[in-house]
């Protein structure tokens, strides 16, 4: 049977004639074939070349053929490697030696061609056979860590969505029962009956908000190829700012400037990402900006080019800080900033992380207690 993907052998032995045989016989079977005159090579080819199968003699001066395999077997870099023995040997007991420092066969010398031709086609192909499993194996493992962490991952988000989506809900419930109970028909809505309907409707977007970043999360976790294009932060950050944060920004009477690098909305650097995702990093950013910064927020963002190729956006507040604990457990789903101190769904930063891994980036946090925190999110530069 000729080697259709020409496998590598190596011969060792120090008998020329033998070599020359077993050399033609192979090559013109369509091995690679490697040669070693002793253990010492033997050693050193094995752990360069990484051969596919070794033909190894046992009587050969200096080092034995029983050394050899002693080695390879206990190198990590060759143990792998079937060694099937040449030999003249007859004896049972050095057949058991060999099969016992790990052999996978012997061929009895004087040496029939056709033998050592299947012999080797057999070995390989259990060689490769183990090596495609533990590949699969290892795939498997993979899987089943990666199934793993979805399957705590949606633990936890059927426990958050229960509770976060729990609490707008029985606040709509309670207010419009007590709207029905005091509304009469034709009565003209009063003032206490105006403020019910506006906390239901901010209950609402509440809820709102909440389905958005499930979605959003299911989106960034399902998509395969996501279309980039060069990104200009000023005039997104300014347009976020305008038409998303602008009553945040006077509930909590708090600020957001651009940092002097760069100076202006226009005098951004420019990445590529995926301009909705962005979008929403921005968002995210800025909003705990405001809800965990100080009282009242002040919200710097800013923009540097790194030396290897990407840009790293960030978010400065002027809260009290995150300890070291904190910020460990920041990016993983579910987990709030503060939460004693404002309310949230705990999707955001996961969400966060995710996009920007997806993107070629990383996201990260630095922080000193007392002294406020930076956000920050890497793209690739344009």
């Not at 009587?59 to 206990?74: A, D, I, T, Y």
């Not at 003032?191 to 499930?214: G, P």
């Not at 190729?309 to 579910?334: C, H, Y």
């Not at 995710?354 to 993107?359: A, G, H, V």
Request: charged fraction near 20%.
């Amino acid at each position: 049977m000729t080697n259709s993907h020409q496998n590598t052998i190596l011969i060792v032995d120090d008998i020329q004639e033998n070599i020359s045989v077993l050399f033609r016989f192979l090559s013109d079977e369509g091995f690679k074939v490697l040669i070693a005159q002793n253990g010492e090579q033997a050693l050193r080819i094995s752990e360069i070349g990484h051969p596919d199968l070794i033909l190894l003699d046992v009587m050969m001066p200096g080092m034995s053929g029983f050394e050899v395999c002693n080695q390879l077997k206990n190198n990590e870099k060759t143990q792998e490697i079937p060694i099937i023995f040449m030999t003249a040997l007859t004896d049972i007991v050095d057949k058991i030696k060999g099969f016992s420092l790990g052999a996978a066969d012997y061929i009895t010398k004087p040496i029939q061609q056709e033998e050592v031709l299947a012999r080797v086609n057999t070995h390989i192909k259990i060689y490769q056979l183990t090596n495609q499993l533990q590949t699969q194996n290892q795939q498997l493992q993979q899987q089943k860590i990666e199934l793993e962490t979805r399957n705590k991952e949606l633990e936890a988000f059927c426990r958050t969505v229960a509770h976060d989506l729990k609490n707008p809900i029985n606040v709509i419930k309670g207010y419009t029962e007590m709207l029905l109970a005091d509304y009469s028909p034709g009565t003209p809505l009063d003032e206490e009956a105006i403020e019910i309907l506006n906390l239901n409707t901010q209950a609402s977007d509440k809820m709102i908000n909440i389905i958005d970043s499930l979605l959003l999360l299911a989106g960034v976790a399902t998509e395969t190829q996501v279309p980039t294009q060069p990104l200009n932060m000023g005039p997104m950050i300014s347009q976020v700012i305008q038409q998303r944060l602008i009553h945040q920004i006077k509930a909590y009477q708090g600020e957001i400037t651009f940092s002097s690098t760069p100076s202006t909305e226009e005098n951004w650097p420019t990445a590529i990402g995926y301009a909705p995702w962005i979008e929403e990093i921005w968002a995210n950013y800025l909003s705990n900006g405001l809800k965990y910064g100080g009282r009242p927020p002040h919200v710097e963002v800013g923009a540097n080019i790194e030396n290897n190729g990407m840009i790293r956006f960030w978010v400065r507040d002027n809260g009290p800080g995150l300890t070291k604990e904190s910020q460990a457990q920041l990016f993983t789903p579910f987990t709030r900033l503060h939460k004693e101190r404002a309310e949230g769904h705990g999707l955001g930063l996961s969400i966060v992380r995710q996009i920007i891994e997806k993107l070629g980036g990383q996201v990260g946090v630095e922080s000193t207690l007392n002294q406020g925190s930076l956000f920050y999110f890497t793209l690739p530069t344009y």
